[in-house]
């Protein structure tokens, strides 16, 4: 298949106005005839819903949870950025355009990345009017703080907790829209395949987690906005249940997955602490703003702080080394995550890691509490702080906090064009789960901005096109394709219930999260990849043949559930290998050791590796398919990535 990315013509800062005018209409009284399935409540599925409700259309939107609100966008902690300029610091769309598309170290799409910068403004002022009780300066107006990547400070924040405001905002537009009949809510259903009708999605089956129950929805569209893969590694920031079902099943009914194997690292996390850990946690990036990151300056000290023998506070300062503001001046401790990672692994690879393990570098407080005072401190991260005393027991008012990077976001996710269509015609994908904003790295604060300029102020405008073109009248589940669909889902929850061997689904998604952490994490080489690979088709076999699922399909079954989705991120697993492997590069968060700079930099290959790897399902057990989108930049010229 050509993949035609649909990006407008004309100047760049043109494109989205025009297209807008150019994209067909649905009037009033017809979009009353359609229905959209939205797949996901978190603040792209959230925003998605509320605005294709508040249109016109009519919505069913679906979560496994209880609630729209425990959506993982709750999670998000240190911002949302938009090129406002309040600071009056130089900002403007470009610059936000231009850090963006750097930071992404240039295998992003250039025409949709500006869309994104242009709409971040409007995401603002949307979340303001619905209430969103952003933090603000003396004189009223909104503040801002910086972030990794960008020299500019854009980033809006509601103190340590910006993800849980901006998704009440969204659930309380939501649920004006449920009130008013436009939207239908299923909760506890969790979707497990896409229905195609004469090659076009025309619904979803879902499983009732209570009941158990086979569900078939039916839809003139479906919107997928189910969130990233980063639990294919086990221990990663996301919660628990966040997973790649929902992607995958569609990827199987031939939505071409894009750029797998960009997985970003988030460099401020909580450091593992044992083999109990279900979840790591995160520590927002907004920290780094009066951290500052360091490690002791030998090995020897290092080595006398992992014994007990003396505290970071015995430490003098010339015998401190803060590695980021030393290798990075101009940027210094908010360099991109995906830098500030490798550079904490090289620090603790070199012996001078610390904390019990030696996996884990320092994030200091120390000078900011001495120049401004810990209440000031407390004003601006107090819940943060709190939430580290309480999982550490240790004061970062006192001790600087210990930090080490682990899985955070996925880059890669559904192949989208600019109209947020997969390949799968009707079939859109909006926020994590597509590819389309980030590259190979995510600056961070971006995450919300793209779910909620996806949910806001593109998926409304660009699927009245497709519906224009579609006869509004209704679709019946008594199609032969959601039967069939139904079936297909049945049989393979019998298949999970009936293999009845001797280990659990958390067995299998360990020995998976360890395989791509030690392979497919940080660092990458071809040789570790072929290993992982022959690893993951082992441990496929061993999972059809000895997994255990208690209980039934007829009733709650967490067991259940988690078998199916360790399934999945078993074959993903293995693609995400695959497009490791055929990336011979290093760029952003994929940084294979073959390929870097002598000052241990990414070392990209744009003459051969300046595109989106598009990966087509070609049957189960058989190699995927790699399809390319070329990437062209007419705006930005391809440089190598510095941040000195």
Same mark, same amino acid.
């Given at each position: 298949?050509?993949?035609?990315?649909?990006?407008?013509?004309?100047?760049?800062?043109?494109?989205?106005?025009?297209?807008?005018?150019?994209?067909?209409?649905?009037?009033?009284?017809?979009?009353?005839? &359609? %229905?959209? =399935?939205?797949? !996901?409540?978190?603040? /792209?599925?959230? +925003?998605?819903?509320?605005? @294709? *409700?508040?249109?016109?259309?009519?919505?069913?939107?679906?979560?496994?949870?209880?609630?729209?609100?425990?959506?993982?966008?709750?999670?998000?902690?240190?911002?949302?950025?938009?090129?406002?300029?309040?600071?009056?610091?130089?900002?403007?769309?470009?610059?936000?355009? &231009? %850090?963006? =598309?750097?930071? !992404?170290?240039?295998? /992003?799409?250039? +025409?949709?990345?500006?869309? @994104? *910068?242009?709409?971040?403004?409007?995401?603002?002022?949307?979340?303001?009017?619905?209430?969103?009780?952003?933090?603000?300066?003396?004189?009223?107006?909104?503040?801002?703080?910086?972030?990794?990547?960008?020299?500019?400070?854009?980033?809006?924040?509601?103190?340590?907790?910006?993800?849980?405001?901006?998704?009440?905002?969204?659930?309380?537009?939501?649920?004006?829209?449920?009130?008013?009949?436009?939207?239908?809510?299923?909760?506890?259903?969790?979707?497990?395949?896409?229905?195609?009708?004469?090659?076009?999605?025309?619904?979803?089956?879902?499983?009732?987690?209570?009941?158990?129950?086979?569900?078939?929805?039916?839809?003139?569209?479906?919107?997928?906005?189910?969130?990233?893969?980063?639990?294919?590694?086990?221990?990663?920031?996301?919660?628990?249940?966040?997973?790649?079902?929902?992607?995958?099943?569609?990827?199987?009914?031939?939505?071409?997955?894009?750029?797998?194997?960009?997985?970003?690292?988030?460099?401020?996390?909580?450091?593992?602490?044992?083999?109990?850990?279900?979840?790591?946690?995160?520590?927002?990036?907004?920290?780094?703003?009066?951290?500052?990151?360091?490690?002791?300056?030998?090995?020897?000290?290092?080595?006398?702080?992992?014994?007990?023998?003396?505290?970071?506070?015995?430490?003098?300062?010339?015998?401190?080394?803060?590695?980021?503001?030393?290798?990075?001046?101009?940027?210094?401790?908010?360099?991109?995550?995906?830098?500030?990672?490798?550079?904490?692994?090289?620090?603790?690879?070199?012996?001078?890691?610390?904390?019990?393990?030696?996996?884990?570098?320092?994030?200091?407080?120390?000078?900011?509490?001495?120049?401004?005072?810990?209440?000031?401190?407390?004003?601006?991260?107090?819940?943060?702080?709190?939430?580290?005393?309480?999982?550490?027991?240790?004061?970062?008012?006192?001790?600087?906090?210990?930090?080490?990077?682990?899985?955070?976001?996925?880059?890669?996710?559904?192949?989208?064009?600019?109209?947020?269509?997969?390949?799968?015609?009707?079939?859109?994908?909006?926020?994590?789960?597509?590819?389309?904003?980030?590259?190979?790295?995510?600056?961070?604060?971006?995450?919300?901005?793209?779910?909620?300029?996806?949910?806001?102020?593109?998926?409304?405008?660009?699927?009245?096109?497709?519906?224009?073109?579609?006869?509004?009248?209704?679709?019946?589940?008594?199609?032969?394709?959601?039967?069939?669909?139904?079936?297909?889902?049945?049989?393979?929850?019998?298949?999970?219930?009936?293999?009845?061997?001797?280990?659990?689904?958390?067995?299998?998604?360990?020995?998976?999260?360890?395989?791509?952490?030690?392979?497919?994490?940080?660092?990458?080489?071809?040789?570790?990849?072929?290993?992982?690979?022959?690893?993951?088709?082992?441990?496929?076999?061993?999972?059809?043949?000895?997994?255990?699922?208690?209980?039934?399909?007829?009733?709650?079954?967490?067991?259940?559930?988690?078998?199916?989705?360790?399934?999945?991120?078993?074959?993903?697993?293995?693609?995400?290998?695959?497009?490791?492997?055929?990336?011979?590069?290093?760029?952003?968060?994929?940084?294979?050791?073959?390929?870097?700079?002598?000052?241990?930099?990414?070392?990209?290959?744009?003459?051969?590796?300046?595109?989106?790897?598009?990966?087509?399902?070609?049957?189960?057990?058989?190699?995927?398919?790699?399809?390319?989108?070329?990437?062209?930049?007419?705006?930005?010229?391809?440089?190598?990535?510095?941040?000195?």
């Amino acid at each position: 298949m050509l993949l035609e990315s649909k990006a407008p013509e004309g100047p760049l800062a043109e494109k989205w106005e025009k297209h807008k005018f150019n994209v067909k209409l649905v009037n009033p009284a017809n979009k009353r005839k &359609y %229905d959209v =399935i939205v797949v !996901g409540t978190g603040l /792209a599925g959230g +925003a998605a819903a509320a605005s @294709l *409700a508040e249109l016109g259309y009519n919505v069913k939107a679906f979560t496994y949870h209880d609630s729209p609100r425990r959506a993982h966008s709750i999670a998000a902690q240190g911002g949302i950025n938009a090129a406002k300029n309040y600071q009056n610091d130089g900002d403007s769309v470009f610059r936000l355009f &231009y %850090d963006t =598309i750097k930071g !992404g170290d240039y295998r /992003a799409r250039e +025409a949709n990345v500006y869309r @994104l *910068a242009q709409v971040s403004v409007n995401i603002i002022d949307q979340c303001v009017a619905q209430g969103v009780p952003f933090a603000r300066e003396y004189g009223g107006l909104l503040a801002n703080r910086s972030f990794g990547g960008a020299q500019v400070s854009r980033t809006f924040y509601a103190r340590g907790q910006t993800g849980q405001q901006l998704l009440l905002g969204a659930y309380s537009a939501l649920s004006r829209q449920i009130a008013y009949g436009k939207v239908k809510m299923y909760t506890r259903s969790e979707m497990l395949d896409v229905v195609i009708v004469d090659g076009q999605a025309r619904g979803i089956v879902t499983r009732n987690t209570i009941t158990g129950e086979i569900e078939t929805h039916s839809a003139h569209a479906v919107v997928l906005a189910t969130g990233g893969y980063g639990n294919v590694f086990y221990l990663s920031t996301n919660a628990m249940y966040c997973n790649v079902t929902a992607a995958w099943r569609a990827h199987k009914k031939g939505a071409y997955f894009a750029n797998p194997c960009f997985t970003q690292i988030h460099p401020t996390c909580i450091p593992v602490s044992g083999d109990y850990q279900s979840k790591l946690t995160l520590m927002s990036e907004s920290l780094r703003n009066d951290g500052r990151v360091w490690v002791p300056a030998t090995k020897e000290i290092a080595e006398r702080l992992r014994k007990g023998e003396i505290t970071a506070t015995d430490i003098k300062e010339d015998d401190r080394d803060y590695f980021l503001e030393r290798k990075y001046p101009a940027f210094g401790n908010l360099v991109p995550r995906d830098v500030a990672s490798r550079n904490a692994k090289l620090m603790c690879d070199e012996g001078r890691g610390v904390g019990s393990t030696g996996l884990a570098v320092y994030l200091d407080f120390s000078d900011i509490i001495k120049r401004t005072g810990a209440e000031a401190v407390s004003q601006k991260y107090g819940n943060l702080f709190a939430m580290y005393e309480k999982i550490t027991d240790e004061d970062p008012y006192k001790l600087p906090m210990r930090i080490y990077p682990a899985v955070h976001y996925t880059m890669g996710g559904l192949w989208v064009d600019y109209n947020l269509q997969t390949t799968v015609p009707g079939l859109y994908a909006t926020g994590e789960c597509n590819f389309s904003d980030h590259g190979a790295n995510r600056l961070g604060a971006s995450a919300l901005m793209q779910g909620l300029a996806d949910g806001y102020f593109v998926i409304p405008y660009t699927i009245g096109d497709y519906l224009a073109n579609t006869p509004p009248k209704p679709v019946s589940t008594d199609h032969p394709a959601f039967a069939e669909a139904k079936a297909g889902v049945q049989a393979r929850t019998e298949q999970l219930l009936n293999i009845k061997g001797n280990r659990t689904p958390d067995d299998f998604h360990k020995i998976l999260g360890h395989i791509m952490w030690e392979y497919c994490g940080m660092a990458r080489s071809a040789e570790g990849l072929r290993k992982a690979k022959g690893m993951i088709q082992t441990l496929k076999k061993e999972f059809w043949s000895d997994v255990r699922v208690v209980g039934s399909g007829e009733e709650m079954n967490q067991a259940l559930e988690k078998a199916g989705r360790v399934a999945d991120f078993i074959e993903l697993g293995e693609l995400m290998v695959d497009d490791a492997l055929n990336r011979n590069e290093s760029c952003g968060g994929h940084f294979r050791e073959e390929y870097q700079t002598p000052e241990g930099e990414a070392l990209r290959d744009d003459d051969n590796y300046a595109y989106v790897a598009a990966w087509e399902y070609m049957g189960d057990n058989q190699p995927e398919k790699l399809n390319k989108e070329e990437l062209t930049f007419e705006n930005v010229k391809l440089t190598q990535r510095s941040y000195k």
